[in-house]
Each structure stands twice: as C-alpha cells, then as structure tokens.
C-alpha cells in the first residue's frame, strides 16, 4: 500500500492524537505541555489540508488544461484517485483531440482539391461566418477570403444577394454574374442547410458551367475519338495488307490463274470494307448534320401506332406480346423525327427480348408534373450496370451487327424538341422515357 495516498489522513489522526494530549494537559494544568500539544495538532492540520489542496490543485490543472485544450503537458500517475482520474481524462482527450485534429486536416486538404467552389457559412448569435472556404471558390469568384459573411457583400454584391434569397435553406439554380467588371459568367448554384440542436451550417457550392461544358465536350470528343480511330484501324488495316498483296501480284512479269483469283477476292474484300466505311460514316453524318425539327402540332397516340404498325410484321415473327396503355395526348414537335426514334427504340426492344420465353413490350403515354411521358418498356435481359453510362455514346453497341446510332440519333431528337431521353434499369428487362415538355 502507498502511503501517499493516505498522508493527509495520517495528518488529521496526528492532529486528533495531539489534541486529545492537549485536553489532558489542560485539565492537568499543564499549560506548556498544552501549547506544545496544541501547536502541534495545529501544525498536522494544516500539513494534512496542504497535502489535500496540493491534489486538487494538481488536478485543477490538469483539467484546465482540458478545458483550454493545452495537451502540451505530460502528467503522470501518483496513486491518488483524484489526480489519476484527472491523467486518465487528459491523455483520453488528448488522444480523441489529436484524431480530430488529423481528420479535420485530411478532409480540409480533400476539400482544397475540389474543383467544385465549396464555402460552408456557420450562424453565430444570428449573425452568418464563413466556417469554411476552398481555394476554387475563392478563384472562381477572385475574391479574398474573409472569416465574416457581410464582408463578402461588397466584392461580390450579386453572388451576395442571391445566397440571402436562398434564405439559407436547400436550394438550386442557375444565375450570371459579372466578376471583377468582366463579361456576365453562368455558375450552377446549390444550397445544403445542415442544423443540429446547437449548430446551423448553410453549404454552398459553387460551378462554372462553362467548365462543365467543357469537361462533358471533352469527354464526349475523347470517347468519339476512340470510336472512330477503333472502326477505322479495323477496316483500313485489312484493306492496307490487301493492297500490299495486290501490289505484290501486279509487279509479277506473269499473273497466274491463282494469282487472278486471289486478286478477284482480295477486291472483293475491299469493295466490302469500302462500303462498310462509307456506311460509317453516313451514320456519322445523320448523328451530327440532324436536320431542323419541322413544328406542328400531332397526337402522340397517332404515333405509337404509326410505329406499331410499320413494325408488326416483325413482333409477330418473334411472337411479341405488345400491351399499351396511352393517354390521349399531343404535342408540338416533327412527326417524322419523334416516330422514327419510337422505332429506334422499338428495335432494340425486339432485340432485348429476342432470348425471353415471355415477349412482352409496353408502351405507355402519361402526364407527371407537367410533363408528357412516353415510355417503351420491354420484359428482356436488361442492361449490364457497367455500360449504362455509355449507352448514348455514338457508336457504342454490343450487337454484331448494331452501327451503335440508334439510341445517340434518339438522344439528340428528342433534345432538339427540348426534352430528353432517360433510361431506366428495372428489375426484368429496362425502361426508356421520352420527357416533353407541355
């Protein structure tokens, strides 16, 4: 056992002893035996209250420095209950400070990489600070950075202004602002409120959509760019050995009969991939020259059975079951163009289901939110989630004989009558939705 731990206790039981002599030698009459007694029953207590106050005192400090977050001292145990609780809270908050310390430099160095403009306002007495702000968005706006929310009302009064109408809560739009007294910009603007019982943040993102449009058409020319180059090193490699070939036999003196044959089906060949070329780059043509929408008004019920119709021969040779389910609507766009994306869509769902034991394709005309839907629905294999995102992408196909056009000449009809082309996986076969506007 320790007797530190119990010192001030040895001190009191000292302290009593004495005074009890002390008493004795008062009622004997003692008086210098009792002052001796006396001032040493004194001397024990306050030994015994300066042991006491030195362990409090010890672990006062240690818990100021918890409360300060000063983790710079290095306190040790003493076998005192009171003081060791006290090192075991201050090593437990140092540890839990300094994981803290290291997520939060992780996140803001993940933050600071963002090409996205990020800033995060925090409420304080109903007054808005800036609790965090990426270098993007400081870059985006050219602003400097400043630790209070009203500051920024002078260097960027629109962006200002926009973000209070916000009222601080969820929000999404689009607006242009000139910066710096330069030519309006368009930014895509978001709005996250984020409260708990004690904190209120407002995050606010931040993008140009100049860039965005960049970043997609950049895309979009690389993975064409790719398409190309692919469909064009497998037909001229070929064609360029053939030639080769046909050169070879030419240069001979004598042409053998075998020679003559060769030659007649090596021209064969070429003549094939000519016009697998030329056929390529039709498609090519029709994807990026689509001709002006011709506007009118026309029943999209018209349409769907417009299309049906052409391609009956077909659903019933494959034993396809067609089940519809049309809302009599209308809307203006080019009858022509929207039917022969129907049929585009018809074809693929012929091909999806070509393998199923129950052929089923639905066709679906309905309103949501202002919106006309038309939809065509198929029972068939559906699409693998690791090419969905490229699905549109011209020249993208997975049939043998697919041109890979269909669902991009599609895409960009419907987004020349202002709508859009959406797909959707389901749980035994997928979804196309064509969205119009009405």
């Not at 000063?70 to 003493?78: A, G, M, V």
């Not at 330069?182 to 995050?203: A, D, G, W």
């Not at 056009?405 to 196309?432: C, D, M, Q, V, W």
């Amino acid at each position: 056992m320790n007797l530190n731990r119990y010192t001030w206790l040895i001190f009191i039981l000292l302290a009593i002893v004495c005074g009890i002599f002390a008493f004795d030698f008062y009622i004997q009459n003692k008086w210098i035996n009792l002052s001796l007694f006396a001032l040493m029953s004194i001397i024990f207590i306050i030994f015994a209250k300066i042991h006491a106050t030195s362990s409090i005192q010890k672990s006062e400090k240690i818990l100021l420095s918890i409360q300060k977050k000063d983790f710079s001292l290095f306190p040790k145990t003493e076998q005192n209950n009171l003081i060791d609780n006290a090192v075991k809270l201050y090593y437990q908050s140092k540890e839990e400070h300094l994981s803290l310390s290291s997520y939060k430099l992780l996140y803001e160095e993940i933050l600071n990489q963002l090409e996205i403009g990020l800033m995060i306002l925090t409420e304080k007495k109903a007054e808005w600070e800036v609790f965090y702000v990426n270098p993007t968005f400081l870059e985006i706006l050219q602003i400097p950075r400043y630790n209070s929310w009203n500051l920024y009302e002078d260097k960027t009064p629109d962006f200002y202004k926009i973000i209070q109408q916000t009222n601080y809560e969820n929000s999404q739009e689009f607006f242009d602002i000139s910066i710096n007294e330069n030519v309006k910009q368009s930014f895509s603007l978001r709005t996250k409120k984020v409260q708990n019982i004690k904190n209120r943040f407002c995050i606010i993102s931040l993008e140009s959509v100049q860039k965005i449009i960049e970043q997609k058409e950049k895309l979009a020319w690389n993975n064409l760019m790719k398409v190309i180059s692919h469909e064009l090193l497998n037909t001229l490699t070929p064609v360029n050995s053939l030639i080769q070939n046909l050169e070879y036999i030419a240069n001979q003196d004598v042409v053998e009969k075998e020679d003559q044959e060769e030659m007649k089906e090596s021209l064969m060949i070429i003549n094939s991939k000519s016009k697998q070329l030329l056929n390529f780059v039709d498609d090519y043509r029709q994807v990026a020259e689509l001709p002006k929408p011709v506007f009118k008004t026309i029943s999209l019920t018209n349409i769907v059975e417009s299309a049906l119709n052409f391609l009956k021969p077909e659903f019933e040779k494959n034993g396809i079951t067609i089940v519809n389910s049309l809302e009599d609507q209308t809307v203006f766009a080019d009858q022509k163009m929207i039917e022969r994306c129907l049929i585009n869509l018809y074809l693929n769902a012929i091909y999806a289901v070509a393998d199923e034991s129950e052929k089923t394709i639905k066709t679906e005309i309905k309103t949501f939110n202002k919106r006309i839907i038309l939809s065509v629905e198929d029972s068939g294999i559906g699409i693998q989630k690791e090419i969905q995102d490229k699905i549109f992408l011209p020249f993208f196909t997975t049939r043998i004989s697919g041109s890979g056009i269909g669902l991009t000449l599609s895409k960009s009809i419907i987004e020349a009558h202002k709508g859009y082309l959406n797909y959707k996986p389901l749980k035994e076969g997928s979804r196309f939705e064509i969205w119009f506007l009405k």
